[in-house]
């Protein structure tokens, strides 16, 4: 009965050790996903800028900020996971 519980016990070590592995590969996705829309949304917004458009500029000046920003912070979500 000893066996079984040390099998376990190494069984969920490994489940939690993947888990975590997975978790650090999509926070790494998910950053790299929103850098590419953040600089997508800086062209947009220079764009925007060229054809006077403020409001759209503003938009898309403002999203890329914060695109960049969330990208950043889930990096380092996948750096110390």
């Given at each position: 009965m000893n066996a079984i519980t040390k099998h376990d016990e190494a069984s969920a070590v490994l489940v939690r050790r993947h888990n975590r592995e997975a978790q650090r590969e999509a926070w790494f996705s998910l950053s790299q996903t929103q850098r590419r829309l953040s600089w997508r949304a800086r062209r947009e917004a220079l764009q925007a800028e060229r054809e006077n458009n403020h409001a759209r500029y503003a938009h898309y000046a403002t999203e890329a900020?914060?695109?960049?920003?969330?990208a950043k912070t889930h990096l380092n979500f996948a750096r110390t996971w």
């Open positions: 900020r914060r695109l960049w920003r969330e």
